[in-house]
């Protein structure tokens, strides 16, 4: 059974940069798409990011645009960093793997395995 762990979670001031990292174990994130998702109390899973299976494409809530990057440099690991960090950015962040054959990337119920999650907190 694939575990994900995630880290680099932090309280941070806004214009901040920080950088998530995920990484598998007991499985492989190789051939699955990867996404990055955030939560804030009373709030649906939102979706952050998402990176294909080949790494060649990556996708981005217009919210995060220009200020977010997703990147999987290993078969086992996805990585987001974060620059330019608003207030509206705090929440909890989740890494998912999604099967490619599974709904869109931006629907966390494609999504079949996420990890425990980190906190982010941007103060003005």
């Known amino acids: 059974q694939v575990q994900l762990v995630e880290s680099g979670g932090g309280s941070v001031q806004a214009g901040d940069s920080l950088r998530l990292s995920c990484s598998a174990s007991?499985?492989?994130?190789?051939?699955?798409?990867k996404g990055w998702f955030r939560q804030t109390p009373g709030k649906e899973r939102e979706f952050v990011a998402a990176i294909s299976r080949s790494g060649y494409d990556q996708y981005y809530a217009d919210s995060v645009k220009g200020r977010f990057t997703i990147s999987s440099d290993s078969a086992n690991a996805v990585d987001l960093q974060m620059d330019s960090l608003r207030p509206e950015d705090t929440g909890v962040y989740y890494c998912?793997?999604?099967?490619?054959?599974?709904?869109?990337?931006?629907?966390?119920?494609?999504?079949?395995?996420w990890g425990q999650g980190t906190q982010v907190t941007v103060s003005t």
């Open positions: 998912a793997r999604k099967p490619y054959y599974r709904g869109t990337y931006a629907d966390p119920g494609a999504y079949d395995h």
């Open positions: 007991g499985g492989t994130l190789n051939n699955y798409v």
